[in-house]
């Protein structure tokens, strides 16, 4: 179970933003340049530090969504009211403002190229971006392990990555699963994560899949749950879970 | 002072002297774990403290239940920056549970249902200073929170407070465990900012 070593001072490193795109209404991709970046693997996150003119600091964690391009890291924000770096980043916060990152962080929740095993992702809400990371780390390097993507969200104005989603891309299978509100023209009724569509989706259990599981706690927890129902080995899931739980 | 980044002007002002630097504070109890939950019943329940010379002696969840236990009420402090005020517990001194084991040990290693470990000076476990919980808020500890029973290690990053704890084993080397094996600090200290190998 041993992950990425990390030798030396996670330093704390400039990076200023290059581009934002807009993800839903309240979510965006921050696209920063940071010279010198060592690169990272799909999974991984890093911790971003914002400074105000009297000193004050805030930090908060946030998955890396893309493979890096060079010097280019990309992070995908969603507004969180209240939220006081949340909010800066997805408001104010423009192009060639600095902020301070360190990283890459985390060792376990990383799918790596080399990886042949078949990969179950599956997201709820904001959970797909450590996800889509993967699934863009798999195109960049040409890998033909077999992805699969089960995505939970309210509505499909919360959809992230919609027009990189859309483009059919041999080897990844992907399933919406819609809680409040169906797209247009589809068939159903929305309905929550369930151990049919689970079932289906997944790998069978002698496919020896890796099982990827991000979003808010109490998903996280079903998911799992409903994987360990289906017989699959508990080592074969990994999780990464935000938000509060219950209580 | 890092770089400034212009407009942001911060609300969660740092005022509260029990908040340490980098943390916020939460009214919400974030999960955080490698894993699926794993679903210990207590009837399978067993805890066992292991000495470097291999002596073990252990307990099955009525005996736990039997031994002396304080409710306690504590800071906690987690890695990813939430910090929770005044979280009340209850559970056993990890003193009660060595008792007289002839151990020399500098070090423990928490090992817990679902393979995680994290490793400790035995010196921070001791003198009041660490538990293993079986209650939080006044209700039995939830499967997602570590229940039926973790260890909790308040002066520490909440990692170090590894859930579903199995065994405590009393060693004299320091290996690093889960997460100090992918870059988290050896120690964890809150108030030092001890995050990652090397701060």
């Given at each position: 179970m041993a992950g990425t070593a990390v030798s030396g001072r996670l330093a704390w490193q400039v990076a200023r933003l290059a581009a934002i795109r807009q993800e839903t209404a309240t979510a965006r991709t921050l696209v920063f340049d940071i010279p010198g970046w060592p690169g990272h693997l799909a999974g991984q996150h890093v911790d971003v530090r914002l400074t105000a003119a009297d000193g004050y600091t805030a930090q908060r964690s946030y998955?890396?969504?893309?493979?890096?391009?060079?010097?280019?890291?990309e992070l995908t924000v969603q507004r969180v009211p209240g939220g006081e770096v949340s909010e800066h980043l997805t408001g104010p916060y423009a192009i060639g403002d600095p902020v301070e990152i360190r990283g890459p962080i985390g060792?376990?929740?990383?799918?790596?190229?080399?990886?042949r095993a078949p990969v179950l992702l599956v997201a709820g809400g904001a959970g797909i971006v450590p996800l889509m990371a993967m699934v863009r780390a798999r195109r960049a390097a040409g890998s033909r392990a077999l992805f699969r993507l089960v995505y939970s969200l309210r509505t499909p104005d919360e959809l992230y990555y919609a027009d990189e989603l859309r483009k059919p891309y041999a080897g990844l299978d992907i399933t919406y699963v819609y809680t409040r509100e169906m797209p247009e023209g589809r068939a159903g009724i929305p309905r929550r994560l369930d151990v049919a569509t689970l079932n289906s989706a997944a790998w069978p259990a002698d496919f020896e899949a890796t099982s990827y599981i991000c979003g808010p706690t109490g998903f996280v927890e079903t998911a799992a749950d409903i994987l360990l129902s289906l017989g699959r080995d508990p080592r074969s899931i990994r999780t990464e879970r935000f938000g509060p739980s219950r209580d | 002072m890092g770089v400034v980044t212009?407009?942001?002007?911060?609300?969660?002002r740092g005022d509260n002297p029990r908040v340490p630097p980098g943390q916020y504070l939460t009214e919400d109890f974030p999960v955080l774990s490698v894993g699926p939950t794993p679903r210990v019943t207590t009837r399978q329940w067993e805890f066992a403290v292991v000495t470097e010379h291999g002596e073990r002696r252990s307990w099955s969840w009525p005996e736990l239940l039997a031994l002396p236990s304080e409710k306690f009420t504590v800071d906690?402090?987690?890695?990813?920056?939430?910090?929770?005020?005044?979280?009340?517990w209850r559970g056993v001194r990890v003193e009660t549970l060595i008792g007289d084991l002839d151990t020399a040990a500098d070090y423990a290693m928490a090992?817990?249902?679902?393979?995680?470990?994290?490793?400790?000076?035995?010196?921070?476990?001791?003198?009041?200073?660490?538990?293993?919980a079986y209650e939080y808020g006044g209700k039995p500890l939830t499967p997602e929170h570590g229940g039926p029973a973790r260890l909790v290690v308040p002066h520490l990053y909440f990692w170090k407070s590894a859930k579903w704890v199995r065994e405590l084993r009393l060693t004299g080397k320091d290996d690093p465990g889960f997460w100090e094996t992918a870059g988290y600090h050896d120690y964890g200290d809150p108030w030092r900012e001890q995050r990652y190998q090397g701060d």
């Open positions: 998955s890396l969504a893309a493979p890096a391009e060079g010097g280019r890291v060792g376990w929740f990383v799918w790596r190229p080399a990886d | 212009p407009g942001f002007t911060g609300r969660a906690i402090h987690c890695v990813t920056q939430w910090s929770k005020l005044d979280t009340r090992h817990c249902y679902g393979g995680y470990t994290t490793n400790l000076p035995l010196a921070d476990l001791l003198d009041g200073q660490a538990w293993i």
